[in-house]
């Protein structure tokens, strides 16, 4: 398996990294750590930047980060770490090369301070593009794997191997999952049919405890808001067709003053 780590050399993204890498280290996973880099204009469209230093300073920063972890983490193979830096915008460049991940992992800051974090513009745009898992570390978060999940699930889906090996790798021993499934319409699945998913989901995580809320309302974020809050889990997981529930948590105009309010980790699965 292999991570797709987004730095910018921020405190939210140094600690997203250390998260990637103690994820990885659990599923012996490799990491690619990428930076994106673009050039300055001046208010008449002019390249100010001939030297090219922005590229170099992004190479740069990459390496000694990339030594960092080897020094911090020793347990972290030669092999199971590398550096990659784009140009242009994160979302763009991460959209080029996503046929060769299978996570990416991308940190949040907090606002004024807050351990709460909003789910800012440029992160919905990473989250609305790429066809892969997502998954956006909060800057204050640890990884922990005895932990409580909170999956909000399109009871439609089905998921992938891929997605239940990465859930099972978050939260390795005593997982306790919350399955929860907002209903926009009162007719869409009938009761046979609910029952058989559920019981389907149940099958992914055989043997773990598993807690089911089904519930009924037009609106899509607010209750997914408040299951978390009275479940508070450790990891939220959201998967559902892009065109509906991922469209409205995360739409294309989305403000960093607009969007799901989390102080968790955050992981995206795509329909």
Known sequence: MKFLVSTDFSKCADNAVKYAVEFALKMNA????????????TDVGLFIDFDDSRKKASLQNLKNKEASLKSEYPALSNNQIFVKQGFGKLDDVIEDIKDDYDLVIIGA???????????????ARVIGKTSIPTL???EESTFISNSKLFFALDLKESLKRIEVDLINNMC????????????????????KEEQQLVDDFKNYFAGDAISIDLKFDSNTVDPIEKGVQTFDPHVIVVKARHRNLLQSLF???????TSLHTKQPLLVLKG
């Open 136 to 138: 956006v570390i909060p």
């Open 251 to 257: 739409h294309s105009n989305v403000s960093a003053d």
């Open 30 to 41: 490799e990491i690619c750590l990428l930076n994106t880099y673009q050039l300055k204009y």
């Open 109 to 123: 800051k907090g606002i004024n301070g807050l351990k709460e974090i909003l789910i800012g513009s440029g992160t």
């Open 172 to 191: 390795i021993e005593n997982k306790n999952i919350h399955l929860f499934h907002n209903y926009r319409d009162a007719l869409e699945i009938s009761v």
